[in-house]
């Protein structure tokens, strides 16, 4: 059974940073590409960065310059590295990987992060 634990949600202060982390099991971690996406308040989830098996990332042009995805095919864990964090980052995020070969995805269960003085 193929399980994303996210970690590493809460509440930040503008300008602070938070790393997320989404631990896999179950499956070949190092065939999928990895996303991380979030879903803000009353909208709808959008892509926020990606990760190929290969270690190629791409971002949403909001989150370019300030967030890092990163994989580490030892552990089955991909990371969000979150910096100058401002409110319009507060949503809920999810982890999301899709074998690159086969195109079947798995989503996790989500977790928090809220930015606010």
């Known amino acids: 059974q193929v399980q994303l634990v996210e970690s590493g949600g809460g509440l930040v202060q503008p300008g602070g940073s938070l790393r997320l982390s989404c631990a896999a099991s179950?499956?070949?971690?190092?065939?999928?590409?990895m996303h991380w996406y979030r879903q803000p308040p009353g909208k709808q989830r959008e892509l926020v960065a990606g990760?190929?098996?290969?270690?190629?990332?791409y971002y949403a042009d909001s989150v370019k310059g300030r967030f890092t995805i990163s994989r580490d095919n030892v552990v089955n864990t991909v990371y969000l590295q979150m910096n100058s964090l401002n409110p319009e980052d507060t949503a809920v995020y999810y982890c999301?990987?899709?074998?690159?070969?086969?195109?079947?995805?798995?989503w996790g269960q989500g977790t928090q992060v809220i930015v606010s003085s």
């Open positions: 999301h990987a899709e074998h690159e070969r086969r195109g079947f995805d798995y």
């Open positions: 179950g499956m070949a971690f190092n065939v999928h590409t």
């Open positions: 990760i190929s098996s290969g270690g190629t990332g």
